[in-house]
């Protein structure tokens, strides 16, 4: 008989996006002349930077001459990528990170979901609370926790909360972790983590031989000058950090498919017979087993963006969409309504009037101004009472959709 893996009975049935899609059509299908904006799902709508398309071009090209033909390339990326990467985003930012560091894949949830596999299954994981779900679910399907209680958390995990009362940055626990998860610039409260509260993260994870996995994915989107980047800008993070990025909100990659992970050469883990094993050799062995790379046609695409060209391009699509942020911000605050994030990232993060529940808020909302956000609940039990809009609309939508929010 084929068992299945009865971690995954553990997850709840529905997919927040898929719940969320559910009741639109259902409101769409009752109210078929109601003009529904969304402002839920956190995917890109501008156009990829022409300097990618022409450069994705050029590489098309070049796999079309017997001469420039190119198959399976290393799993780890090209170099040029690579090099560009660590160049770009740490050499000339003063960091110590080389390209034999840069792991390149198809994008960061896999590497955020993969990572957990070259750690010990009975390792203990710490995670922000509200947080991008994939951390969780794919510790959960893993078996590294034990079953949903009631009061939606799980079992075996130690939650990390963030709310308004601690500026949503999560303090570190009392009790032992071995591994950490933290995003910053956060998805979905759309807060920051300062240099201070990354050096109190680091202290902790060295005292605990813990290791931080700490998701980027949202570093382009950084307004203020002393909010770090990286992780890898506050002393002590090449001993115990992993760090992930992506090209996804950066460049508008979602569908392209680009991301990479850094993993400092000198991080360790422990064998179970007390040797300390190099994370970097356990990964690149996931990988040449697992994945066979990222599309050379993408990775040429990627590349563009480092050129100066790229670089103007992609700080006016980040500047497009953080103005809608601006936008939301300013409409949210005068309808009255307490907001936060939308500076250093894509997100806001408002809190729901009265105390009212978050699917609730999120019904409402629909139904009075045909706007459609993201309940905050399914990002964690802290986000009950939260809801989050995201500033990858259209302009002209994001602007109409605050209107009606201000006339709700
Ligand atoms: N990390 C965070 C915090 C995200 O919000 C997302 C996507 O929404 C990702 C990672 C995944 O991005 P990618 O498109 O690179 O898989």
């Known amino acids: 008989m084929a068992h299945i893996n009865d971690n995954y009975r553990k997850l709840p049935g529905n997919y927040l996006f898929s719940e969320i899609a559910r009741r639109v059509a259902a409101y769409q299908s009752d109210n078929p002349s109601a003009k529904i904006i969304r402002l839920g799902i956190g995917d890109v709508t501008q156009p990829l930077p022409q300097v990618c398309v022409e450069a994705m071009k050029r590489a098309a090209d070049e796999l079309s001459h017997v001469e420039t033909f190119r198959g399976y390339g290393p799993e780890q990326g090209y170099e040029f990528l690579r090099g560009a990467i660590a160049e770009h985003n740490y050499i000339r930012r003063g960091l110590n990170v080389n390209a034999e560091e840069i792991f390149i894949s198809d994008g960061s949830k896999c590497d955020c979901g993969n990572i957990q596999e070259i750690f010990a299954l009975d390792s203990r994981i710490a995670i922000a609370d509200p947080v991008y779900p994939v951390y969780l679910d794919t510790n959960v399907m893993a078996g590294r926790t034990g079953a949903l209680q009631s009061d939606g958390h799980f079992e075996g995990v130690t939650y990390l909360p963030c709310t308004a ?60 000058p002393d909010v770090p980047s990286s992780i890898f800008e506050i002393e002590g993070a090449r001993e115990c950090a992993i760090e992930f990025r992506s090209f996804s909100k950066t460049a508008g990659f979602t569908g392209t498919r680009c991301g990479y992970v850094v993993i400092p050469s000198g991080l360790t883990g422990a064998a179970a017979d007390g040797e300390r094993v190099p994370l970097k050799n356990l990964w690149l062995r996931r990988q040449t087993t697992k994945f066979n790379g990222t599309a050379y046609i993408v990775q040429r695409g990627a590349e563009a963006i480092y050129s100066d060209e790229g670089q103007a391009q992609v700080k006016k699509l980040v500047g497009y969409y953080m103005e809608n942020a601006k936008i939301i911000r300013e409409g949210l605050s005068s309808a009255g309504l307490t907001a936060y994030g939308g500076v250093n990232a894509p997100y806001i993060w408002l809190k729901t009037p009265d105390g009212e529940g978050s699917w609730e808020f999120f019904d409402r909302l629909l139904r009075t101004a045909n706007v459609v956000g993201t309940p905050g609940a399914g990002f964690g039990p802290c986000g009950e009472g939260y809801f989050r809009l995201t500033s990858f609309g259209d302009r002209d939508k994001t602007i109409e959709a605050m209107n009606r929010i201000a006339a709700m």
């Open 165 to 224: 009362d601690n500026n949503f940055s999560p303090e570190v626990p009392r009790g032992h972790v071995d591994l950490i998860y933290l995003c910053s610039p956060n998805n979905p409260t759309g807060t920051t983590l300062s240099k201070d509260a990354l050096k109190k993260w680091i202290d902790y994870a060295r005292a605990n031989d813990a290791i931080i996995l700490y998701d980027a994915a949202y570093a382009a989107y950084i307004t203020e």
